[in-house]
């Protein structure tokens, strides 16, 4: 792939956000030699690059109630080594408009593509009793609703962090998301090779890939117009443009994927940033990505905090501070959770966040019938989380609330509502012990294509993954979890750990190969 070179650029503290970079070549050619950022022209990712990077990526669709040849035709477009998560809102008897499994429906639909394309698919439903337990014990409450059904927040932000704590135990180092609403199977397969372009030519550890479609079609009258923006991200990106004016001095139209749905990034990285609700996700991404690292600081007592039920639940401090390290092996204590997250120990500030926008070639045929209601909830949504944001100025917060109040029937004298966000999941979640609930008490959870021993194999593989490769102590898990995996192996409990292999994974992983190709790379029926 060739994508244009990297002509411009803003810095906020530790952040680095690129102007839009065009798709050049969806495929650059065998012979064509690779070109990174400081090669001075375009930037060229070889074909064994870009393979190399998708075996390492997790694509998370979250659905609810497409139909089933929409998501299917998504599956068929994302690259075939990259491991498909499915996190599903979609009609169960009991929830939803009426009595029909829909989830059922898709799980037969998953099983069918899975045989018939030779890899493995993960899924699993939002609404299911076992995963707001797998969160509320392993302490993450704030996504579940306790007040009311007892089960995890509807919202395409919720499923979306489900995909990523799913995501973690794979060992993959990469995360994206596509929407399952793509009637191009095609848009998604360029949308897959440009996270994996720019996820490779990245200069940091932190960083993530946002994708701006080249058109989005509508049918006006009897022609078809390509236009370039949708009515939602229009309003989205002229706010967040305000918001980086404040901070330059100059008027700027440098962010133009506030809404983007189709983005991936590193897990170093998706796993350090608080995640918010439903259709605010993607742009708050972007004002965490500036509260945390950039605008002059990063926050401490927020990764606890949830909702922003304050002005000062975000206290920016100086000098910005990157990212912590993907999930580690946390000794849970009696202790408050903040005072817990206090005591933690903070990395030096030497690694930029990069943000990278890639336009597409391909223009994006979705589901358009879901009207002006939608349309506005997103809106509301993202500039909902950007007023209440603590690097949003005074001044910045009144003319947002005069547009609100004038354009999207705010009441006057009334303040936006503020948005639920989540801690991140590398400071929250006890990660052994969320994986021990979700595979004994989730009964929706699917691994489909995989062999019969994929509990074992994913503990196994998060413990050798990132014990080796990141040089950490394995991922806690509780002690029944660790007795079952040793007892599925055959293994005593005081044998201690498996030696490693000379290329760092442990023998257990080496051991387990053969079902393993069908995460990694092989994939079986």
Aim: with cysteine.
């Amino acid at each position: 792939m060739r994508i244009e070179p990297r002509e411009h650029c803003e810095q906020f503290g530790n952040v680095q956000i690129n102007g839009l970079q065009r798709v050049i070549e969806l495929d650059a050619g065998a012979a064509a030699p690779a070109a990174g950022p400081g090669d001075g022209g375009d930037i060229v990712v070889p074909a064994e690059a870009l393979a190399a990077t998708e075996e390492e990526m997790a694509i998370i669709i979250a659905c609810m109630n497409e139909e089933y040849r929409t998501i299917e035709g998504v599956l068929s477009g994302v690259p075939h080594d990259c491991l498909v998560i499915l996190v599903s809102n979609s009609d169960r008897p009991g929830r939803g408009r009426g009595a029909v499994d829909r989830y059922a429906a898709e799980v037969r639909m998953l099983e069918a593509f899975g045989a018939r394309a030779r890899r493995s698919v993960i899924a699993v439903h939002q609404a299911d009793p076992g995963v707001a337990a797998a969160f509320r014990k392993a302490g993450m409450p704030e996504l579940v609703d306790a007040t009311g059904d007892g089960l995890v927040y509807r919202g395409k932000g919720e499923a979306m962090i489900i995909g990523m704590a799913v995501a973690a135990f794979t060992g993959r180092k990469y995360v994206g998301f596509v929407d399952a609403d793509n009637f191009v199977p095609g848009s998604v397969t360029e949308y897959c090779k440009v996270f994996a372009a720019g996820l490779h030519s990245a200069r940091s550890p932190y960083a993530m890939v946002r994708i701006s479609w080249n058109s989005k079609p509508k049918v006006r009258g009897e022609q078809l117009v390509f236009d370039k923006k949708g009515r939602s991200s229009r309003v989205v990106n002229e706010w967040l443009n305000h918001l980086l004016q404040e901070y330059t001095g100059y008027d700027t139209d440098l962010i133009v994927t506030g809404n983007a749905g189709e983005h991936a990034m590193t897990m170093e990285l998706g796993l350090q940033l608080r995640l918010a609700r439903g259709y605010a996700i993607e742009p708050y991404e972007l004002i965490n990505i500036l509260e945390r690292f950039g605008c002059g600081g990063s926050t401490t007592d927020s990764d606890t905090d949830s909702g922003h039920d304050s002005d000062d639940d975000m206290e920016v401090c100086a000098p910005p501070t990157p990212p912590r390290t993907p999930p580690q092996s946390q000794t849970r204590s009696s202790q408050p959770r903040q005072q817990q997250h206090q005591h933690r120990p903070t990395p030096a500030p030497t690694n930029l966040v990069e943000i990278m926008q890639i336009e597409t070639r391909n223009p994006h045929f979705h589901d358009t019938t879901k009207g002006d209601e939608h349309v506005q909830d997103m809106q509301l949504q993202g500039l909902n989380a950007l007023y209440h944001s603590p690097v949003a100025p005074a001044a910045l917060r009144a003319r947002l609330l005069r547009h609100m109040v004038e354009h999207l029937g705010l009441e006057p004298g009334c303040e936006p509502p503020r948005e639920r966000t989540y801690p991140p999941l590398a400071a929250a979640l006890d990660f052994g012990v969320f994986f021990d609930v979700l595979t004994s008490e989730a009964t929706s959870l699917r691994q489909i294509g995989l062999g019969a021993e994929v509990d074992v194999l994913l503990a196994d593989r998060c413990a050798a993954g990132y014990r080796n490769q990141r040089r950490g102590r394995r991922p806690g898990r509780s002690e029944a979890g660790a007795r079952h995996a040793a007892a599925q192996r055959g293994d005593r409990d005081d044998q201690g750990s498996p030696p490693s292999s000379p290329d760092g994974w442990d023998s257990t992983k080496i051991k387990a190969a053969r079902s393993w190709g069908t995460i990694r790379r092989t994939s079986t029926a």
